[in-house]
């Protein structure tokens, strides 16, 4: 064998071993993890029981209940970007919401929700869409903080975002939305991926 023949071998295998060991790595990262949670105040909640209104989280999200803040629905981060602290990038959420009218018998569902740090807006896909909806936008106070890797949001209101309201009064045959109407409060805590 040439020398030219084995630097050639042992160059190709030196590659192989880099490729396999960034594979590895890339393998046994932990993805990006933590959860988006929307409060629902204890008055949104009644002036939208009070028009025939309801929102409900869907799997993968959970809904809780607290008496002092009222109804609450967590979504799972499943993948993020960027950082808080910056405005850019955001993260995608599990689960759905399901919007229902009583008064009117409609029905509106969401999926493929997603916070994006550079909008400041919680947007989803309508099912059987594919384009997505600006539902929300955290208002007020914001407090932003890292903990080592992990970002933290805090939202002290949560507001409707005029094409979210828009879209939700059409959808529901309501009058019940308005742009910037107070929904309660947001949180978020994201750790990217590593």
Same mark, same amino acid.
């Given at each position: ?20 060991? *960034? ?18 105040? %204890?008055? +949104? #909640? ?16 959970? *809904?809780?209940? %607290? *008496? ?8 799972? @981060? ?9 405005? #850019? &990038? &955001? ?8 919007? @229902? ?8 569902? #969401?999926? /493929? ?14 099912? &059987?869409?594919?384009?997505? @909806? ?10 932003? %903080?890292?903990? &080592? ?16 309201? /828009? ?9 019940? +939305?308005?742009?910037? /109407?107070? @929904?309660?409060? +947001? ?8």
């Amino acid at each position: 064998m040439s020398r030219l023949t084995v630097r050639i071998a042992a160059a190709a295998a030196g590659l192989a071993l880099v490729a396999t060991a *960034a594979s590895a790595t890339s393998a046994s990262a932990a993805p990006a993890a933590g959860n988006a949670v929307i409060n629902e105040s %204890n008055a +949104f #909640f009644q002036q939208a029981a009070q028009a025939g209104v309801v929102a409900v989280p869907l799997p993968t999200a959970t *809904a809780g209940y %607290n *008496a002092t803040t009222g109804l609450s629905a967590s979504f799972p @981060v499943t993948d993020g970007t960027g950082g808080l602290r910056d405005f #850019f &990038g &955001g993260v995608r959420l599990g689960g759905g919401l399901l919007f @229902v009218d009583a008064k009117t018998g409609s029905a509106v569902s #969401f999926h /493929q929700l997603a916070f994006s740090f550079e909008d400041w807006t919680l947007t989803a896909v309508p099912d &059987g869409s594919t384009t997505p @909806v600006a539902l929300f936008d955290p208002a007020g106070d914001n407090a932003i %903080n890292y903990s &080592g890797t992990t970002q933290n949001l805090t939202a002290a209101s949560l507001v409707l975002d005029a094409a979210g309201a /828009q879209y939700l009064d059409t959808k529901l045959h309501t009058a019940f +939305f308005a742009a910037g /109407q107070s @929904v309660g409060s +947001f949180t978020v805590s994201y750790t990217p991926a590593s």
